[in-house]
T-cell receptor, first 110, second 120 residues
Framework: KNQVEQSPQSLIILEGKNCTLQCNYTVSPFSNLRWYKQDTGRGPVSLTIMTFSENTKSNGRYTATLDADTKQSSLHITASQLSDSASYICVVSLNNRLAFGKGNQVVVIP | GAVVSQHPSWVICKSGTSVKIECRSLDFQATTMFWYRQFPKQSLMLMAT?????????EQGVEKDKFLINHASLTLSTLTVTSAHPEDSSFYIC????????????????FGAGSRLTVL
């Protein structure tokens, strides 16, 4: 079973609306959790990174939260824009091991 | 910040030829790099883990004789698609592990921009 599960697999939202992506992990303990954004045909780019002791981290309209007790992280996109259409990947790091989810595919429509 | 460079960003080749893709860590040393492939509208699929100075570890179902990985230095890993066929056409991405000094030396992952391979 994958150590990192993301949901929903895909999501369509209207421009200007908010959305939340979920990442549930079983890797424990871990050193850091990172959210990446991957535009079509491009490599993933880091959005946020949190250590196990952090609860929230923001990067512009992107806000990531972390609940180490429930082993859940979420990425909240505020006031979505067309350029937010992308795949969002959750990666959990522990020492030299990395576990990554399959991504949340977000499509923002006008 | 850490930068990972991939080259070429896109390549078109004839069926039967071999293609080499390079992955370089520009401002850090990477003992471990990863290679992925991604088909349209699908998630990243880990192909192999490349460790400097040793043989790569391939994921189940990935042919090691088909996808040759060499990690001869701490800043360079190469993926060679041998005797490429149209079904090998895909988006290949590498990533490198480095220690982030702002995170108390924790391992973090930086991705390259990817290389699109089209085999005719």
């Amino acid at each position: 079973k994958n150590q990192v599960e993301q949901s929903p697999q895909s999501l369509i939202i209207l421009e200007g609306k908010n959305c939340t992506l979920q990442c549930n992990y079983t890797v424990s303990p871990f050193s850091n959790l990172r959210w990446y954004k991957q535009d079509t045909g491009r490599g993933p780019v880091s959005l946020t990174i949190m250590t196990f002791s952090e609860n929230t981290k923001s990067n512009g309209r992107y806000t990531a939260t972390l609940d180490a007790d429930t082993k859940q992280s979420s990425l909240h996109i505020t006031a979505s824009q067309l350029s937010d259409s992308a795949s969002y990947i959750c990666v959990v790091s522990l020492n030299n091991r990395l576990a990554f989810g399959k991504g949340n595919q977000v499509v923002v429509i006008p | 910040g850490a930068v990972v460079s991939q080259h070429p960003s896109w390549v078109i080749c004839k069926s039967g030829t071999s293609v080499k893709i390079e992955c370089r860590s520009l401002d850090f040393q990477a003992t471990t790099m990863f290679w992925y492939r991604q088909f349209p509208k699908q998630s990243l699929m880990l192909m192999a883990t490349s460790n400097e100075g040793s043989k790569a570890t391939y994921e189940q179902g990935v042919e090691k004789d088909k996808f040759l990985i060499n990690h001869a230095s701490l800043t360079l890993s190469t993926l060679t698609v041998t005797s490429a066929h149209p079904e090998d056409s895909s988006f290949y991405i590498c990533s490198a592990v480095h220690r982030d000094r702002w995170l108390s030396g924790a391992n973090v992952l930086t991705f390259g921009a990817g290389s699109r391979l089209t085999v005719l």
